[in-house]
């Protein structure tokens, strides 16, 4: 099946500083995600973003087909964007895949 | 507009013992997943529902897992008899139509077997 490998697994923020996440992923692709899982536990959807670029506040993803990747960006970083960010595709088989996700701590 | 609801948040038995979860999803979608999250990976799908016909299980280790949605609508995931490894949180997931849709995840049940 699909793969998929995210970078860095962990990343430690200064509040207030910017991110880039990485999503790589071995096959063509129908659909991208991206989630945050909050301390919680919930996954909240970020965004829908199969190719193209997208933002949302102090969120953008730009996922480039062609080359396998999807990068989301993080700009001014807040304690309350803390959590596991994850990537999931769905490839030829129409099943969410996800990657093992990236721990973000973000501190004031 | 309601999110996916899932009952128990929290549930611990002992292993050998049953256990059952209920998922409740968004009004209007048809399509209905169970994923398990083990500590410190990624969710994965256990079960997809297309109405209330089975459209992928392939991952569900169906000696000890079952799961219905008898209506179309609510479905329940049991566990019979529950093993130490099956500890983690399960989550239900809706969509609207095919599996290409964004999917939408309810809190999830954290499961401990003892």
């Known amino acids: 099946g699909i793969q998929v490998e995210q970078s860095p697994p962990d990343l430690i923020l200064q509040e207030g500083a910017n991110s880039t996440l990485r999503c790589n992923f071995s096959?063509?692709?129908?659909?991208l995600q991206w989630f945050h899982q909050n301390p919680w536990g919930q996954l909240i959807n970020l965004f829908y973003?199969?190719?193209g670029t997208k933002q949302n506040g102090r969120l953008s993803a730009t996922t480039v087909a062609t080359e396998r990747y999807s990068l989301l960006y993080i700009s001014s970083s807040q304690t309350t964007d803390s959590g596991v960010y994850f990537c999931?595709?769905?490839?030829?088989?129409?099943?969410?895949?996800f990657g093992k996700g990236i721990t973000l701590s973000v501190r004031p | 507009e309601a999110g996916v609801a899932q009952s128990p948040r929290y549930k611990i038995i002992e292993k050998r013992q049953s256990v059952a979860f209920w998922c409740n999803p968004i009004?209007?979608?048809?399509?209905l997943y169970w994923y398990q999250q083990i500590l410190g990976q990624g969710p994965k799908l256990l079960i997809q529902?297309?109405?209330?016909?089975?459209?992928?299980d392939s991952q569900l280790p169906k000696d000890r897992f079952s799961a219905e949605r008898l209506k179309g609508v609510d479905s329940t995931l049991k566990i019979q008899p529950a093993k130490l490894e099956d500890s983690a949180v399960y989550l239900c997931?809706?969509?609207?139509?095919?599996?290409?849709?964004?999917?939408?995840f309810g809190p999830g049940t954290r499961l401990t077997v003892l």
């Open positions: 973003i199969p190719s």
């Open positions: 529902f297309q109405n209330n016909g089975v459209v992928d």
């Open positions: 999931a595709v769905t490839g030829a088989n129409s099943k969410l895949t």
């Open positions: 096959d063509s692709v129908n659909n």
């Open positions: 009004s209007g979608h048809a399509t």
């Open positions: 997931a809706s969509s609207l139509g095919t599996g290409l849709d964004t999917q939408y």
